[in-house]
């Protein structure tokens, strides 16, 4: 995911920086995917491994699944690349990845909502059939 999403960025950053004419854009643009889409790949193949690893790691801890945990791991993981380069960008990481995690989650639950409400069934279960409403559109008994 991360290969393909950076390649398609950087394709079009060096489109974009490229000199004037088809063929310079074009190979500006392959260029760029060739020398930093594997770059962006491995980066966010260690950002998901780590989150993951967290992630799996507070379920066992907490011995629950819920959106905190994904939340947490987010935070974790921002705070913990950037470690190097201070405790200010670690908080700011940390930060960003919690809020950013959270939207996730939060679109995910909204999301999950909206799709459960669309296929409710608009006849409420009925234990006894004389509460069903009659078949043939005349008023109920």
């Known amino acids: 995911m991360g290969v393909i999403g950076g390649g398609v960025f950087q394709a079009i950053k ?3 920086n490229a000199p004037a004419g088809v063929g310079h854009r074009l190979r500006g ?3 760029a ?3 930093r889409a594997p770059q962006i790949g491995g980066s966010f193949a260690v ?3 780590l989150f993951s690893t967290i ?3 507070l379920v066992r801890l907490r011995g629950k699944e819920d959106p ?3 939340i947490t791991s987010g935070a974790l993981t921002g705070a913990i690349l950037a470690a190097r380069s201070g405790p200010l960008t670690m908080m700011g990481s940390a930060m960003m990845g919690g809020v950013l995690l959270a939207l996730i989650e939060g679109f995910g639950i909204l999301l999950t909502r909206y799709t459960a409400q669309q296929f409710q069934n608009p006849v409420p ?3 006894d059939p ?3 409403p009659p078949k043939d559109g005349g008023p109920p008994p």
Request: glycine share 16%.
């Open 47 to 49: 950002w998901g491994g």
């Open 14 to 16: 060096g489109f974009r």
């Open 68 to 70: 905190w945990n994904s």
């Open 33 to 35: 995917v060739r020398v």
């Open 125 to 127: 279960f009925a234990e």
């Open 29 to 31: 643009s392959a260029k």
């Open 130 to 132: 004389s509460q069903l």
């Open 55 to 57: 992630d799996c790691g």
